[in-house]
Nanobody
């Protein structure tokens, strides 16, 4: 069973930065793509950023230019660098891995809170 463990969340003031990490229990090269999602209270889970095994990235319009997703295959980890944080970025952030474009795995989530 694949395990994904997120870390790096916390409380930060608006304009600040956080770096989230997602450590996988196996080589992330085994996955077609990895994703960061977030879910704010009372809202649906939304896709924030993605990175394929080839390194192609995509971002939600709301975070373009502020967030950067990256991967370190040697450390079996994916990261989300979040800059210029806004109160509306407050959410639980989840790591997701997709295998063979059909099977997905989720982490337990890490809370990010941005104060105004």
């Amino acid at each position: 069973q694949v395990q994904l463990v997120e870390s790096g969340g916390g409380l930060v003031q608006a304009g600040g930065s956080l770096r989230l990490s997602c450590a996988a229990s196996e080589s992330i090269s085994n996955f077609n793509a990895m994703y960061w999602y977030r879910q704010a209270p009372g809202k649906q889970r939304e896709l924030v950023a993605s990175i394929t095994s080839g390194g192609n990235t995509n971002y939600a319009d709301s975070v373009k230019g502020r967030f950067t997703i990256s991967r370190d295959n040697a450390k079996n980890s994916v990261y989300l660098q979040m800059n210029s944080l806004k109160p509306e970025d407050t959410a639980v952030y989840y790591c997701n891995a997709l295998r063979k474009w059909t099977t997905e795995y989720w982490g337990q989530g890490t809370q990010v809170s941005v104060s105004s």
